[in-house]
């Protein structure tokens, strides 16, 4: 039995990575806050096509306007001069001087250069006009500095003339075993390919992270030593998936230890992922993950503790019995009805070698350690494989 005797549970872990850091989860964030630098929008802007006419006049009974020329969007803003006249506008068009109201063209007859009101209802100054300065007034903060970035904020961001880049964090992964080949490689009978690095990387890709490079290492300490002295003058972020239980061969935890890295913790209560190091290197600023080698534990501990963000609830649709003192990653099919309900189907996955059983899986659900009986219908916390 592998021990860790100072095993921390998922709080605890999520707490102290969370602390140390430096970067954003989801990958791409703002960099500082971004402001209003005018007003938006910026003039009274039409809505809908239609005619522009006073509001005042229109109050009075007018119903029948003469068209006094038309207006697009992309023009500067034109003037109603005689206001028992109209202006046609189109949407996006500044409204005119002289004009506070909108009336769209399906309520209009027009005919022989006279625009006729043929729908009765009840209006109201300003009707169908995005006000100037309701969205924002000069100045205001509309993406604030730390952001998680997402594409209605990629825009926001173009409207004030900025451009928000991807999070330059460089990453590496680097696998480790003398057991793998290249995925291209026929691996022989003792020999299996190397896939983890692969579905890591594609899931940090997934999530915004765009410089991920892979790395595979044998399990020679002389090797893995060079490499880190190396790596961790180039990238952030060293992700490394194996080589970190209590085995023979697992070189990691003590390299690193030789080499300066502090290690914040070894070993979390949860199943699968328990083997999880996690520590940093303050001469490089570099955060260090050490995954256990299991495809499903090192997929698991990624997603849990560096890719979920928003937390979603998805309810179990049969029991679970689960009687250790460990959380429990269940990997889990989701679907919906039309209550809206997320639906969480447990897969038979009976080791965290089985990479293949994860083929039909969504994503995963927690299940708290305090809790052994986990009844059809209950609601825990689900981490999709990919962001929702």
């Known amino acids: ?40 929008p910026p003039f009274h802007r039409v809505m809908m096509d239609g005619i522009a006419v006073s509001w005042n006049v229109f109050r009075e009974g007018r119903r029948t306007f003469p068209v006094a020329g038309i207006m697009a969007a992309g023009v500067p803003r034109g003037k109603l001069t005689d206001l028992s006249f109209c202006l046609e506008v189109m949407t996006g068009a500044p409204l005119p001087e002289g004009t506070e109201l909108v009336i769209p063209y399906e309520h209009l007859e027009i005919k022989d250069g006279i625009a006729k009101v043929v729908v009765s209802s009840e209006r109201c100054e300003m009707e169908n006009v995005h006000l100037k300065g309701s969205d924002a007034i000069k100045g205001d903060i509309l993406l604030k500095k730390g952001m998680p970035f997402n594409g209605p904020h990629i825009g ?32 022989l009978e003792h020999q299996i390919r190397r896939s983890n690095a692969h579905a890591l990387r594609e899931s940090l890709r997934l ?7 892979l790395s595979h290492l044998m399990d020679e300490e002389s090797a ?4 880190y002295k190396n790596a961790s003058k180039n990238f952030e972020l060293l992700i490394y998936s194996g080589g970190v239980s209590k085995g023979k061969f697992d070189y990691l935890p003590s390299v690193w230890k030789k080499l300066g890295v502090q290690e914040i913790f070894h070993g979390i209560s949860q199943r699968p992922g328990k083997p999880l190091w996690f520590g940093t290197d303050e001469k490089t600023n570099t955060i260090v993950f050490g995954l256990p080698g299991n495809p499903v534990s090192s997929l698991v501990c990624l997603h849990r503790y560096l890719l979920s963000s928003k937390e979603i609830y998805a309810q179990l649709d049969t029991d679970i019995t689960f009687k250790k003192d ?6 889990v099919k989701i679907t919906s009805d039309r209550t809206g309900v997320l639906k969480a189907t447990p897969l038979p996955i009976q080791n965290s070698g089985e990479f293949s059983g994860l083929a039909s899986s969504d994503g995963f659900l927690e299940l708290p350690k305090d809790q052994s009986v986990f009844n059809k219908g209950e609601a825990f916390r689900f981490h999709p494989w990919r962001p929702m």
């Open 1 to 40: 039995m592998v021990l860790f005797p100072l095993m921390i549970n998922v709080h605890e872990a999520t707490d102290l990575i969370q602390k140390h850091l430096k970067f954003s989860r989801y990958g791409e964030e703002t960099s500082e806050d971004i402001l209003a630098d005018r007003d938006y």
């Open 156 to 187: 926001i961001a173009a409207s004030v003339g900025q451009k928000l880049s991807p999070h330059s964090i460089k990453i590496n992964i680097i696998s480790t075993g003398d057991e793998l080949v290249e995925v291209h490689e026929t691996p």
């Open 207 to 213: 999530h915004g992270f765009q410089q991920v490079e």
């Open 224 to 227: 893995i030593e060079d490499h």
């Open 326 to 331: 460990l959380t429990f990653f269940v990997p």
